[in-house]
């Protein structure tokens, strides 16, 4: 089991920045393909960000060019550094792992969710 804690959620105005954290209790993500989703009040889970094991990134549309998911060297922890934020990116910020998986968007191939962190951004 894999239990996943994200954090660096909290409340920003329009055009700043924050950067999210997600670390794995007890292991590391070594062969994991990680994401990140959010779901806004009122509406359904939607895929953000992804880093697959081989490195490989990919992005939502809404969010190319100003948010960069990465993971440190020892693979450990992952990053979603927001920048240029706007109202529209307020939600919940999920973290989510797929063991070996081939970078998906789909958030029904990921094995483990964390608790999700609140991103709130004041126009």
């Known amino acids: 089991q894999v239990q996943l804690v994200e954090s660096g959620g909290g409340l920003v105005q329009a055009g700043g920045s924050l950067r999210l954290s997600c670390a794995a209790s007890g292991r590391t993500f070594d062969g994991y393909t990680m994401g990140w989703f959010r779901q806004a009040p009122g509406k359904e889970r939607e895929f953000v960000a992804a880093i697959s094991w081989r490195d490989i990134t990919y992005y939502a549309d809404s969010v190319k060019g100003r948010f960069t998911i990465s993971r440190d060297i020892a693979k450990i922890t992952v990053f979603l550094q927001m920048n240029s934020l706007k109202a529209e990116d307020t939600a919940v910020y999920y973290c989510?792992?797929?063991?070996w998986g081939p970078g998906t968007t789909s958030q029904h191939e990921y094995d483990y969710w964390g608790q999700g962190t609140q991103v709130t951004v004041s126009s």
């Open positions: 989510a792992a797929d063991p």
